[in-house]
């Protein structure tokens, strides 16, 4: 009595050979795991790969058919047939199933796997380079990091502010704080006076930045901005907020600040909130011509462009100046507010 997978299902054999398994391995495969399927034949062969596929196994029903054949033999030919090839020759490998799929080269199962070698190898040689160039770049961090401790004492120790060496020095300094080239505070370097020596760096780093910014900086800015210049040494935003809060501590020309919406900025000790909507007035102007008795109107995104500052501030810097009746609101709807200059604060 033949077994289950016996004659061998010519779909499932078109799809075996089609992926480059040897067809006489194929019908052994489909044979002996009764026709189960693809999956089942391929992992029968790949599990086996000292014994020779080809080769027939302990046949519960020795006794020859009626051609005098075996069903080995019989599977083999009518493998060939289906498929309309040559009958199969002897094994010429210990498993010819997996050297049928490697002269293939890229067809089947031999292709996808030369594809994952060749992915894997692109891979290794992108990052054998990648740690090339970090290695060259570790080899001259020691010596930019002692020049830009070199400016910062230049710079301290400047006996006349304004001159030409003084504000080189002090641009070269800023610069190289931009490329992160810090020595950063750490918590074992520092112990218990981690966040005040924090916000001693604090201060260094963002003196430039406060003052191109205008005198305020948010918090996911100034979290950016130190993380960046502190490279790999990065610090969690709890950190930064202890550090923030240690401010007066260390008599620093800065602050943090609230806003009544929740929003937090670091805002430097010469900025004065009546400077910012005289400010504010001066985009305004003064009354407009005749048809336009309101003057012009100022937007929270016109003023963010104009001020330099992000959307979020630059609307909390207009509701200051509106909290101090300086500025009256045209709300339009759709989310849109324009600001007008409030004539009746001058009667």
């Given amino acids: 009595m033949a077994s289950q997978g016996w004659p061998p299902s010519p779909s499932i054999m078109r799809e075996l050979v089609g992926m480059g398994f040897d067809p006489t391995a194929a019908a052994e495969a489909v044979r002996e795991t009764g026709g189960a399927g693809v999956q089942h034949a391929i992992n029968w062969m790949l599990d086996r790969p000292n014994v020779p596929a080809a080769a027939p196994r302990p046949d519960p029903h020795p006794t020859a058919g009626p051609l005098g054949r075996s069903p080995l033999a019989l599977s083999q030919?009518?493998?060939?047939a289906s498929l309309g090839a040559a009958p199969p020759g002897p094994a010429s490998s210990a498993n010819p199933a997996r050297a049928s799929a490697t002269a293939l080269g890229g067809i089947g199962v031999a292709g996808i796997l030369q594809r994952e070698e060749h992915r894997a190898a692109a891979a290794n040689s992108t990052i054998d380079q990648a740690f090339q160039d970090l290695s060259q770049l570790m080899s001259k961090a020691e010596e930019m990091v002692k020049l830009a401790e070199y400016f910062k004492e230049r710079l301290h120790q400047q006996p006349g502010a304004g001159a030409p060496e003084a504000e080189l020095d002090a641009e070269t300094a800023l610069d190289l704080f931009d490329l992160g080239l810090v020595t950063p505070v750490t918590k074992e370097s520092a112990g218990r006076q981690y966040h005040r020596e924090l916000a001693r760096q604090l201060v260094e780093v963002l003196q430039g930045p406060l003052?191109?910014?205008?005198?305020?900086?948010?918090?996911p800015e100034v979290y950016c901005l130190y993380c960046r210049v502190r490279g790999s040494e990065l610090i969690s935003p709890d950190d930064l907020l202890h550090a923030l809060e240690c401010l007066p501590h260390v008599q620093a020309p800065m602050q943090l600040r609230d806003f009544t919406s929740g929003l937090r900025v670091v805002q430097a000790a010469s900025f004065s909130d009546d400077r910012l909507c005289q400010r504010i007035l001066d985009i305004l102007g003064g009354e407009g011509p005749a048809g336009q008795p309101l003057g012009q109107g100022l937007s929270v995104e016109d003023a963010a462009v104009i001020l330099g500052t992000p959307r979020?501030?630059?609307?909390?810097q207009l509701e200051l100046a509106e909290g101090r009746g300086l500025l009256?609101?045209?709300?339009?709807g759709h989310g849109s507010v324009v600001f007008y200059r409030n004539f009746f604060a001058a009667l």
Avoid: H, N, S
Avoid at 77 to 80: C, G, L, V, Y
Avoid at 211 to 219: T, V
Avoid at 328 to 332: I, Q, V, Y
């Fill in 211 to 219: 003052q191109k910014a205008g005198g305020m900086l948010p918090l």
């Fill in 312 to 316: 979020a501030l630059a609307a909390e």
């Fill in 77 to 80: 030919k009518f493998a060939a």
């Fill in 328 to 332: 009256c609101r045209d709300d339009a």
